[in-house]
């Protein structure tokens, strides 16, 4: 088999590669993610510009008709430079959805404003009691003619406080676990009856808590059937695990990078400290844990197009290895680099928070080895 990258798909990366290192330095992620707004409408705008935002999504609806390995190239490059613009949120889950799920009105619409950079989209699924159970879904979302009425709160919405509208999960029918009867809306964010509390994400992206109190959203934001969407959430959000396991392997190459230089230079007595076999044999498990983690993300992005079970096996398997490589890698940089590795002056630690943070999304280590098991 050729695991090799087409041309097109080699531009791509030198495109996004060439971009980052003229505008996405660490000190530019410090001063983005801390900003009020906590990105850059202008960074968006210039994604807008490269085809990066229309990279995955369909030709007839404004794309270029690529496809999971041209988000993982986009991700593992965002990876290395802490991008925190919601290119996931929105392209590959946002996008996902209307693609996957939606009618021809939505995707023609929604689809053509995301490849422009005009819509940005955040999903809204986590509840307090839901841990990483996505039929575990309490706010409500009641027929009332041509309408639905939408009653509930939802937790650390990622992207939540930049987007225009928001992906809802909602019981339509069903009791509080059951499988069946989720569906899924698209909702604007500037409805009446929504109100939100934003606030920033330890590796320094943004979340809202939203709540919706009699939120009117018109029987044509349904995303796919009424009480069947359970599947398509399943579908869409491996889909993500995959670009952000991308997402994770460039950010343990900065760290292992950064940790492997670092040991050439910092002396003890009297010789670098990557001399000592100890140090040394512990930077080569982090080399052989971050080549394992770049391994199980190609496999699982050429899965992503198999069966409904083979796809979650995949998903699964690649969610441990990069948790427990994140982990590992990120762990082991902080530690080498001693005391200076624990300061928000060097960026080690700020990759670490993010690879820690990905590890918990849509999902943990212990989470996603229960599910394989279940599958297997």
């Given at each position: 088999m050729d695991f090799s990258f087409t041309e097109e798909q080699t531009l791509l990366r030198n495109s996004v590669s060439k971009f980052l290192a003229d505008n996405y330095d660490f000190e530019a992620f410090k001063k983005i993610s801390r900003s009020a707004e906590g990105w850059k409408p202008q960074n968006w705008k210039q994604f807008a510009e490269l085809g990066l935002l229309a990279a995955p999504l369909p030709e007839a609806y404004g794309g270029l008709g690529g496809g999971p390995v041209e988000t993982m190239i986009v991700m593992e490059e965002f990876g290395r430079a802490l991008v925190v613009e919601p290119f996931a949120q929105t392209v590959v889950v946002g996008g996902g959805f209307i693609n996957r799920g939606?009618?021809?009105?939505?995707?023609?619409?929604?689809?053509?404003?995301?490849?422009?950079?005009?819509?940005?989209?955040?999903?809204?699924?986590?509840?307090?009691?839901?841990?990483?159970?996505?039929?575990?879904?309490?706010?409500?979302?009641?027929?009332?003619?041509?309408?639905?009425?939408?009653?509930?709160?939802?937790?650390?919405?990622?992207?939540?406080?930049?987007?225009?509208?928001?992906?809802?999960?909602?019981?339509?029918?069903?009791?509080?676990?059951?499988?069946?009867?989720?569906?899924?809306?698209?909702?604007e964010k500037k409805s009446k009856g929504i109100s939100t509390r934003d606030y920033p994400t330890v590796d320094g992206q943004r979340a809202s808590e939203v709540t919706f109190e009699n939120v009117e959203v018109p029987g044509t934001n349904l995303i796919g059937a009424a009480d069947q969407a359970l599947p398509l959430i399943e579908q869409v959000t491996d889909e993500a695990i995959a670009a952000h396991a991308a997402e994770a392997c460039g950010a343990m190459k900065v760290l292992l990078d950064a940790t492997t230089e670092y040991s050439k230079t910092r002396k003890q007595f009297g010789q670098p400290i990557g001399k000592f076999q100890a140090l040394a044999h512990r930077m080569v498990d982090m080399y052989t844990a971050y080549e394992q983690s770049q391994s199980i993300t190609l496999m699982v992005t050429l899965k992503l197009g198999e069966s409904a079970a083979e796809r979650k096996k995949a998903a699964s398997a690649a969610k441990v290895q990069i948790g427990r490589a994140g982990r590992f890698v990120g762990q082991n940089a902080i530690q080498i680099h001693g005391g200076i590795g624990m300061t928000d002056e060097l960026n080690v630690g700020h990759y670490f928070k993010r690879v820690t943070l990905i590890d918990t999304l849509y999902g943990n280590v212990d989470h996603h080895l229960k599910r394989y098991a279940a599958l297997s």
């Open positions: 939606g009618n021809e009105a939505q995707k023609e619409e929604w689809l053509a404003r995301i490849a422009g950079g005009e819509a940005l989209l955040a999903f809204a699924f986590a509840e307090r009691q839901s841990r990483f159970n996505f039929a575990d879904v309490l706010t409500s979302a009641k027929k009332q003619g041509a309408n639905y009425l939408l009653n509930g709160q939802k937790s650390v919405v990622l992207g939540g406080p930049m987007a225009d509208a928001l992906i809802v999960a909602a019981r339509t029918a069903g009791s509080q676990r059951d499988e069946k009867g989720i569906s899924l809306f698209l909702v």
